[in-house]
């Protein structure tokens, strides 16, 4: 149970990532500072300056962050879009230095979120808060929902257009640029949600550092998975959450080693099939 919605949290996270390489190319290695960012202003929102309700919070952060990635793929990305490396670059620089104003804002002592529900309830003997619970089905009801907007709405079919073939794309009047900078800003607030319920459920903190690991496990998850697969984000996601929580329990003391569970089960699987568990570059599904 505990890896299901860890799992389900984590898939969240990955899709965000999946669905801008698989729509635009783009490796973002500022998903994980969207990630953080969503984390800090539900924080400002809700207990630092506003004292906003929980759910009014969450809408206001994740907002802004979609917002600001928008911007800052416009500004930044879209200049050096065909050049990968570059982006990669211009990306890492942008985590690093939201890392920095959040270190000078904040300072380096982590920020505590507080719970969206208090709490529990005992499941087959195990019990489990109302706060974990709500996040994972945020998480689903997002997937479910996101998916079907990719299936059956006009944007996403024009999504889908592009990550097969951009220039026939663009001759049949999709606005690429455009569609970049939502997907962007779609992208970034996914992950802004899972930073957000991570905090507000699981860990219950917020700090500078906290990007890092959850951009190493999007990447994880993704190459897991295949690269643009949102179904492999889903089954990649879930396949980590359980890894995670099952060495968690055979090793409760051992954080270092659960840490690298991620990457231990995409070198395994790598080993087994090489392209992922949906092994092809881009896959949008119906």
């Not at 917002?67 to 211009?90: C, F, K, N, Q, W």
Request: charged content about 10%.
């Amino acid at each position: 149970m505990y890896g299901a919605i860890t799992g389900g949290v984590y898939a969240l996270l990955a899709l965000g990532f999946t669905l801008i390489y698989g729509v635009s190319g783009v490796v973002n290695l500022a998903h994980g500072s969207f990630y953080m960012l969503g984390a800090y202003l539900f924080y400002v929102f809700e207990t630092l300056v506003f004292e906003l309700p929980p759910i009014l919070s969450l809408i206001l952060a994740v907002g802004s962050v979609g917002v600001m990635s928008s911007i800052l793929y416009r500004l930044t990305i879209h200049p050096i879009l065909g050049d990968e490396v570059g982006v990669m670059v211009a990306t890492v620089c942008l985590a690093l230095i939201f890392q920095q104003l959040m270190l000078l804002i904040f300072g380096p002592p982590n920020v505590h979120i507080t719970s969206f529900i208090t709490g529990s309830v005992t499941v087959w003997g195990l019990t489990l808060t109302y706060a974990r619970i709500l996040a994972f089905t945020i998480s689903l009801v997002l997937f479910t929902g996101l998916w079907l907007f990719i299936s059956k709405s006009k944007i996403g079919k024009a999504m889908r257009a592009v990550s097969q073939d951009r220039e026939v794309a663009m001759l049949m009047g999709i606005n690429t640029e455009k569609l970049y900078m939502l997907v962007m800003a779609i992208s970034s607030i996914l992950a802004a949600i899972a930073g957000i319920l991570i905090a507000g459920s699981i860990t219950g903190v917020a700090g500078a550092w906290m990007w890092m690991y959850p951009l190493a496990l999007s990447f994880s998850i993704v190459i897991l998975g295949g690269l643009g697969s949102i179904k492999g984000s889903l089954i990649g996601g879930f396949i980590i959450g359980y890894a995670e929580q099952t060495v968690a329990i055979a090793a409760p003391e051992g954080g270092a080693i659960i840490a690298v569970v991620p990457f231990t089960v995409m070198v395994l699987v790598l080993l087994l099939r090489p392209k992922g568990l949906f092994g092809k570059r881009i896959e949008m599904e119906d």
